[in-house]
C-alpha cells in the first residue's frame, strides 16, 4: 500500500486501511509471552513474513511451514502488488534468503513479493504449541485484532528449507 501511496495509486479506502494497519501497536506482546505454550513470538517489520518465520525456524533448528490461503492481507493488497506496487526491499529481502525458502510451483511473484514485503507494523507472528492455539487467539481477539490467524506449523528441519510455503 506504501509503494501505491508513493505512486498516487491508492484510494481513500485503501489509505484508511494502511493508516489503521501501520498506527495499531502489538498491545497483545505482553499477554501473549504470559502464556505457558508460547515459545516464540516476533514482530513482522522490515524482513516480511517470510524473514521474521525464518528467524523463528533456524533459531529453533527447525523448518517453519505457512499455508499460504490462511495470511490474513489487507483487503486489496494483492491487487496492487499485481499491478506492480510493491516495495524495492521485497526483491532485496527475497535475494537475501530467498534460497531458504521452498515455495510450491504455482506461487508467483506478486505472492512472493507480499510474503518478502517489509512491513512499518505487520502484526505478531507467534509460534506455541497445538494445545495453546485457542488461547493465543483469545489474547489477538481481546486486544481488537480479529484478524488474527492460524496460519501453519513448526515441524522438524527439512532438508534444503528453513521455510516451506504450502
Not at 81 to 107: K, Y
Not at 109 to 126: C, E, H, N, W, Y
Request: aromatic content about 4%; overall charge negative; glycine content about 12%.
Amino acid at each position: 500500500m506504501s509503494a501505491a501511496l508513493k505512486n498516487g495509486e491508492l484510494d481513500a479506502a485503501s489509505y484508511a486501511r494502511m493508516i489503521d494497519s501501520t498506527t495499531r501497536l502489538n498491545t497483545p506482546g505482553p499477554d501473549l509471552a504470559a502464556l505457558d505454550g508460547v515459545h516464540a513470538l516476533t514482530d513482522i517489520t522490515g524482513f516480511g513474513l517470510a524473514g521474521h518465520a525464518l528467524e523463528l525456524a533456524r533459531g529453533a533448528g527447525l523448518t517453519a511451514c505457512i499455508e499460504w490461503a490462511r495470511v490474513p492481507l489487507l483487503a486489496g493488497v494483492t491487487e496492487l502488488a499485481a499491478r506492480g506496487m510493491i516495495t524495492g526491499a521485497s526483491g532485496r529481502n527475497w535475494a537475501g534468503f530467498g534460497e531458504q525458502v521452498r515455495l510450491p510451483a504455482e506461487f508467483d511473484d506478486t505472492r512472493r513479493a507480499l510474503l518478502t514485503d517489509p512491513q512499518t507494523s505487520g502484526g505478531l507472528l507467534v509460534s506455541c504449541d497445538a494445545a495453546s492455539v485457542g488461547d493465543v487467539l483469545a489474547v489477538f481477539r481481546r486486544h481488537g485484532f480479529e484478524a488474527a490467524a492460524e496460519i501453519g506449523e513448526i515441524t522438524p528441519a527439512q532438508p534444503g528449507a528453513a521455510l516451506v510455503i504450502r
